[in-house]
Nanobody, 114 residues
């Protein structure tokens, strides 16, 4: 089983990115998903969560109203839509699928800079 992330990159402040997390080898629709990020010199931070059905979501206060977490269980893929990006959003972003055990993606770099 594995999670493969994509969609990171360099974006100007105020811009948008959509991260994807494609799952394979696991019963994706049983797993809740989390998105984490880690900036240089800082601890890992939980950014957003979404339940297995997509019916419940939660966000850290610093991204509320700017980020949207979603999933398409038919495609075994989770998403993190990030709008109005700020330099402080720069980090490596990781997806995690969690149910009876936890799986992590490899991480994707997001850099917000002019």
């Amino acid at each position: 089983a594995q999670l493969v992330e994509s969609g990171g990159g360099l974006v100007q402040p105020g811009g948008s990115l959509r991260l994807s997390c494609a799952a394979s080898g696991l019963a994706f629709n049983n797993f809740a998903m989390r998105w984490h990020r880690q900036a240089p010199g800082k601890e890992l931070e939980l950014v957003a969560t979404i339940s297995s059905t997509g019916g419940r979501t939660n966000y850290v206060d610093s991204v509320k109203g700017r980020f949207t977490v979603s999933r398409d269980n038919a495609k075994n893929t989770g998403y993190l839509q990030m709008n109005s990006l700020k330099p402080e959003d720069s980090a490596v972003y990781y997806c995690e699928a969690i149910w009876n055990r936890s799986y992590w993606g490899q991480g994707t770099q997001v850099t917000v800079s002019s």
